[in-house]
Protein backbone atom coordinates (compact mmCIF):
# COMPACT_ATOMS: atom_id res chain seq x y z
CA UNK A 1 0.00 0.00 0.00
CA UNK A 2 2.47 2.34 0.94
CA UNK A 3 4.49 2.15 -2.42
CA UNK A 4 1.45 2.60 -4.43
CA UNK A 5 1.94 6.04 -3.81
CA UNK A 6 4.50 7.57 -6.58
CA UNK A 7 6.32 9.57 -4.53
CA UNK A 8 7.11 7.20 -1.68
CA UNK A 9 7.60 4.44 -4.52
CA UNK A 10 10.14 7.20 -5.76
CA UNK A 11 11.66 7.95 -2.16
CA UNK A 12 12.49 4.18 -1.46
CA UNK A 13 14.05 3.51 -4.64
CA UNK A 14 16.51 6.39 -4.56
CA UNK A 15 17.19 5.78 -1.14
CA UNK A 16 16.67 2.65 0.36
CA UNK A 17 19.06 -0.56 0.46
CA UNK A 18 16.57 -2.85 1.71
CA UNK A 19 16.48 -5.08 -1.10
CA UNK A 20 20.44 -6.39 -0.49
CA UNK A 21 18.83 -7.39 2.71
CA UNK A 22 15.22 -7.49 3.16
CA UNK A 23 14.99 -8.81 6.70
CA UNK A 24 17.39 -6.65 8.29
CA UNK A 25 15.45 -3.40 7.15
CA UNK A 26 12.32 -5.56 8.66
CA UNK A 27 14.09 -5.72 11.77
CA UNK A 28 14.79 -1.99 12.51
CA UNK A 29 11.43 -1.19 11.03
CA UNK A 30 10.11 -3.39 13.36
CA UNK A 31 12.19 -2.70 16.93
CA UNK A 32 11.61 1.23 16.04
CA UNK A 33 7.63 1.13 16.06
CA UNK A 34 7.97 -1.31 19.07
CA UNK A 35 9.85 1.04 20.88
CA UNK A 36 7.47 3.79 19.97
CA UNK A 37 4.30 1.80 20.58
CA UNK A 38 5.38 0.19 23.75
CA UNK A 39 8.23 1.57 24.88
CA UNK A 40 8.54 4.79 27.83
CA UNK A 41 7.83 8.10 26.68
CA UNK A 42 11.39 8.80 26.85
CA UNK A 43 12.31 5.93 24.08
CA UNK A 44 9.31 6.84 22.11
CA UNK A 45 10.27 10.07 21.44
CA UNK A 46 14.00 9.62 21.38
CA UNK A 47 13.36 6.56 18.79
CA UNK A 48 10.67 9.33 16.63
CA UNK A 49 13.47 11.77 16.69
CA UNK A 50 15.97 9.07 14.88
CA UNK A 51 13.54 7.80 12.42
CA UNK A 52 12.47 11.69 12.15
CA UNK A 53 16.65 12.35 11.52
CA UNK A 54 16.96 9.53 8.90
CA UNK A 55 13.76 10.63 6.65
CA UNK A 56 15.38 14.29 6.50
CA UNK A 57 18.39 12.98 4.20
CA UNK A 58 15.44 10.97 2.12
CA UNK A 59 14.60 14.38 -0.48
CA UNK A 60 14.79 13.77 -4.45
CA UNK A 61 12.51 15.69 -7.33
CA UNK A 62 9.21 16.02 -6.34
CA UNK A 63 9.26 14.48 -2.49
CA UNK A 64 10.92 14.74 0.47
CA UNK A 65 10.69 11.97 3.23
CA UNK A 66 9.71 14.34 5.82
CA UNK A 67 6.67 15.60 4.15
CA UNK A 68 4.23 15.79 6.12
CA UNK A 69 1.84 14.45 3.75
CA UNK A 70 4.34 11.83 2.72
CA UNK A 71 4.45 10.64 6.52
CA UNK A 72 0.17 10.40 6.38
CA UNK A 73 -0.31 8.06 4.15
CA UNK A 74 2.81 5.94 4.99
CA UNK A 75 1.18 6.02 8.53
CA UNK A 76 -2.43 5.79 7.37
CA UNK A 77 -1.32 2.32 5.57
CA UNK A 78 0.00 0.49 8.71
CA UNK A 79 -3.14 1.64 11.03
CA UNK A 80 -5.80 0.22 7.85
CA UNK A 81 -3.22 -2.85 7.90
CA UNK A 82 -3.39 -3.41 11.49
CA UNK A 83 -7.24 -3.26 12.15
CA UNK A 84 -7.84 -5.41 8.51
CA UNK A 85 -5.63 -7.76 10.39
CA UNK A 86 -6.89 -7.98 13.72
CA UNK A 87 -10.98 -8.16 12.02
CA UNK A 88 -9.97 -10.87 9.59
CA UNK A 89 -7.81 -13.40 11.38
CA UNK A 90 -8.67 -12.55 15.27
CA UNK A 91 -12.38 -10.61 15.50
CA UNK A 92 -13.63 -7.32 14.09
CA UNK A 93 -12.91 -4.17 16.75
CA UNK A 94 -16.14 -2.38 18.19
CA UNK A 95 -16.60 0.90 17.06
CA UNK A 96 -15.21 2.09 20.44
CA UNK A 97 -12.33 -0.18 20.41
CA UNK A 98 -11.96 1.12 16.71
CA UNK A 99 -12.30 4.60 17.57
CA UNK A 100 -9.78 4.38 20.65
CA UNK A 101 -7.09 2.48 18.33
CA UNK A 102 -7.18 5.22 15.87
CA UNK A 103 -6.81 8.00 18.45
CA UNK A 104 -3.93 6.33 19.91
CA UNK A 105 -2.23 5.94 16.31
CA UNK A 106 -2.43 9.53 15.82
CA UNK A 107 -0.01 10.21 18.88
CA UNK A 108 2.33 8.05 17.07
CA UNK A 109 1.85 9.94 13.95
CA UNK A 110 2.48 12.80 15.63
CA UNK A 111 5.68 11.89 17.00
CA UNK A 112 6.71 10.45 13.80
CA UNK A 113 6.14 14.02 12.04
CA UNK A 114 2.35 14.71 11.11
CA UNK A 115 0.91 17.75 12.99
CA UNK A 116 -2.55 16.56 14.62
CA UNK A 117 -4.57 19.09 12.56
CA UNK A 118 -3.18 17.50 9.45
CA UNK A 119 -4.35 13.87 10.39
CA UNK A 120 -8.32 12.63 9.83
CA UNK A 121 -10.02 13.66 13.52
CA UNK A 122 -11.58 10.32 13.87
CA UNK A 123 -11.58 6.84 12.51
CA UNK A 124 -14.79 7.55 10.18
CA UNK A 125 -12.59 9.90 8.77
CA UNK A 126 -10.08 8.38 8.45
CA UNK A 127 -11.26 5.57 6.37
CA UNK A 128 -12.90 8.20 4.07
CA UNK A 129 -9.47 8.97 3.81
CA UNK A 130 -7.75 5.55 3.32
CA UNK A 131 -10.44 5.08 0.61
CA UNK A 132 -10.02 8.35 -1.37
CA UNK A 133 -6.43 8.04 -1.47
CA UNK A 134 -6.67 4.32 -2.76
CA UNK A 135 -9.12 5.02 -5.41
CA UNK A 136 -6.78 7.82 -6.38
CA UNK A 137 -3.56 6.25 -6.60
CA UNK A 138 -2.06 4.65 -9.96
CA UNK A 139 0.79 1.72 -9.16
CA UNK A 140 3.46 2.93 -11.14
CA UNK A 141 6.77 1.02 -12.55
CA UNK A 142 8.99 1.12 -9.43
CA UNK A 143 6.45 0.43 -7.33
CA UNK A 144 6.03 -2.78 -9.11
CA UNK A 145 9.50 -3.73 -9.23
CA UNK A 146 9.81 -2.87 -5.65
CA UNK A 147 7.27 -4.79 -4.79
CA UNK A 148 8.66 -7.95 -6.68
CA UNK A 149 11.77 -7.33 -4.38
CA UNK A 150 9.66 -7.33 -1.35
CA UNK A 151 6.92 -9.96 -2.30
CA UNK A 152 9.57 -12.57 -3.51
CA UNK A 153 12.78 -12.15 -1.72
CA UNK A 154 15.77 -14.21 -1.97
CA UNK A 155 15.18 -17.38 0.83
CA UNK A 156 16.19 -20.89 1.81
CA UNK A 157 14.58 -23.31 -0.27
CA UNK A 158 12.46 -24.37 2.98
CA UNK A 159 11.41 -21.00 4.00
CA UNK A 160 9.72 -20.36 -0.02
CA UNK A 161 6.64 -21.90 1.02
CA UNK A 162 5.74 -19.54 3.91
CA UNK A 163 7.03 -16.66 1.77
CA UNK A 164 4.79 -17.97 -0.95
CA UNK A 165 1.59 -17.96 1.80
CA UNK A 166 2.53 -14.35 2.64
CA UNK A 167 2.61 -13.27 -0.79
CA UNK A 168 -0.60 -14.58 -1.18
CA UNK A 169 -2.05 -13.19 2.12
CA UNK A 170 -0.83 -9.89 1.42
CA UNK A 171 -2.09 -9.81 -2.24
CA UNK A 172 -5.53 -10.72 -0.49
CA UNK A 173 -5.28 -7.79 2.21
CA UNK A 174 -4.36 -4.94 -0.53
CA UNK A 175 -7.77 -3.57 -1.62
CA UNK A 176 -8.51 -4.63 -5.08
CA UNK A 177 -7.77 -1.71 -7.34
CA UNK A 178 -3.87 -1.82 -5.93
CA UNK A 179 -3.86 -5.88 -5.72
CA UNK A 180 -4.96 -4.95 -10.03
CA UNK A 181 -2.33 -2.35 -10.33
CA UNK A 182 0.47 -4.28 -8.95
CA UNK A 183 -1.01 -7.41 -11.00
CA UNK A 184 -1.01 -9.60 -8.22
CA UNK A 185 -2.63 -12.88 -9.16
CA UNK A 186 -5.81 -13.42 -7.67
CA UNK A 187 -8.79 -16.10 -8.16
CA UNK A 188 -12.01 -18.39 -6.41
CA UNK A 189 -9.37 -20.93 -5.16
CA UNK A 190 -6.85 -17.52 -3.68
CA UNK A 191 -9.75 -16.50 -2.59
CA UNK A 192 -10.81 -19.25 -0.94
CA UNK A 193 -7.06 -20.12 0.88
CA UNK A 194 -7.50 -16.59 2.34
CA UNK A 195 -11.08 -17.05 3.99
CA UNK A 196 -9.92 -20.76 5.21
CA UNK A 197 -7.05 -19.46 7.23
CA UNK A 198 -8.73 -16.45 8.80
CA UNK A 199 -11.28 -19.38 9.90
CA UNK A 200 -8.60 -21.67 11.13
CA UNK A 201 -6.77 -18.40 12.78
CA UNK A 202 -10.38 -17.26 14.31
CA UNK A 203 -11.11 -20.69 15.78
CA UNK A 204 -7.22 -21.05 17.27
CA UNK A 205 -8.14 -17.46 18.56
CA UNK A 206 -11.22 -18.50 20.31
CA UNK A 207 -9.80 -21.43 22.06
CA UNK A 208 -6.83 -19.61 23.47
CA UNK A 209 -9.02 -16.55 25.17
CA UNK A 210 -11.44 -19.57 26.36
CA UNK A 211 -7.91 -21.50 27.95
CA UNK A 212 -6.90 -17.95 29.16
CA UNK A 213 -9.75 -17.13 31.04
CA UNK A 214 -10.01 -20.70 32.42
CA UNK A 215 -7.07 -20.54 33.27
CA UNK A 216 -7.25 -16.88 35.10
CA UNK A 217 -9.89 -18.11 36.86
CA UNK A 218 -8.47 -21.28 38.14
CA UNK A 219 -5.40 -19.38 39.57
CA UNK A 220 -7.78 -16.43 40.92
Known amino acids: MQLAHPMVARGVAEHSGFRADPFARLR ?12 TADEARRTAAGVRAVHERVKGEGYEA ?8 VHATLVDTAMRVHARFLRPLS ?32 RAYVRAQVGGLV ?12 LRP ?5 VEPAVIMVRNLTAGLLPPPLRAGYGLAWDPARQLALLSTSLASRQAYAVLRTVRSTIGRATG
Open 66 to 73: NDPALLLW
Open 28 to 39: RTLDASYRIVFG
Open 154 to 158: RVPAP
Open 139 to 150: VGDDARRLAKAV
Open 95 to 126: DVEAGEFYEQSMVVAELLGVPMDVQPPDVASF
